[in-house]
């Protein structure tokens, strides 16, 4: 597989970087990628794992890092085919198979990945597959069966933040604020920097019209944690409403 990846920093140590260039050995250059940050030497960690590949074109372990980095990159059209490889060499696991399934979500071909996820909870029960597959629902417009996913992803792990985003968020467009307000008011515990999730919580207070003082507490939260935010301006013009 030829190395197709952008321009990439190099370590600090020049003699890390020699190594590696000269390098063979499958193992070392993955343990070299799994210490490159994604956020910040995302093209350095392709190139190691790809030319891991070149020496090892089927080290599973190399497929599935290639696969998992392209999908977190959503470059899903690409993740895909190295997936399908190593299902063929690895036919069991049901975590890669979910990996395929957020794959083609996020190419928005939902029936496929509806099919997909619905596999890999036969395999696995996991908090995570749940969660996507009340995404994929949600995306399509059957939110009541979503509202269902999400609340069993929350069974499995309370603290899941998308999940308790998700479905705060389905209950305030279904009108249900106290519950939309529960959602919320558990993601803020756990995460009290979660910028939005003090934002949502400030508007579901707000209006449930028996919680101003609550709310605005919130929008100031949000304010303190993100004062520059998308929603600044408006958490301050709600705020100065209140007031007046």
């Known amino acids: 597989m030829a190395d197709r990846s952008p321009a990439y920093d190099p370590y600090v140590d020049p003699m890390i970087d020699d ?10 250059l993955l343990q070299q990628a799994a210490s490159a940050d994604v956020s910040t030497n995302g ?6 794992i790809r030319r891991a590949l070149e020496f090892d074109p089927d080290n599973t372990d190399a497929l599935y890092e290639l696969a ?22 690895v036919p069991g696991d049901f975590q890669a198979l979910a990996d395929t399934g957020r794959c083609l979500s996020g190419l928005q071909r939902f029936a496929e990945a509806e099919g997909v996820l619905r596999r890999a909870l036969e395999g696995s029960d996991a908090a995570n ?14 939110f009541a069966e979503s509202v269902g996913e999400y609340q069993r992803a929350l069974d499995r792990n309370p603290n899941h933040r ?15 604020l106290k519950e939309a307000a529960r959602q919320f008011e558990h993601l803020a515990a756990i995460e009290p920097d979660n910028a939005d999730a003090h934002y949502s ?12 003082l609550g709310a605005d507490q919130h929008f100031r939260e949000y304010l303190r944690v993100a004062p520059q935010g998308a929603h600044a301006e408006q958490a301050r013009g709600l705020l100065l409403e209140t007031v007046q």
């Open 68 to 89: 998992s980095l392209l999908r977190i990159l959503r470059r899903y059209d690409e993740a895909l085919p190295l997936l399908d490889r190593y299902h063929r060499l």
């Open 19 to 28: 190594l590696v260039r000269e390098s063979r050995s499958s193992t070392f």
């Open 43 to 48: 093209a350095w960690r392709e190139y190691l």
């Open 201 to 212: 919580l400030a508007l579901v207070l707000r209006g449930d019209e028996k919680d101003p």
């Open 162 to 176: 998308d999940a308790l985003n998700n479905l705060g968020v389905a209950f305030a467009r279904q009108g249900r």
């Open 129 to 142: 597959t749940r969660f996507d597959l009340g995404l994929v629902l949600d995306r399509v417009g059957r």
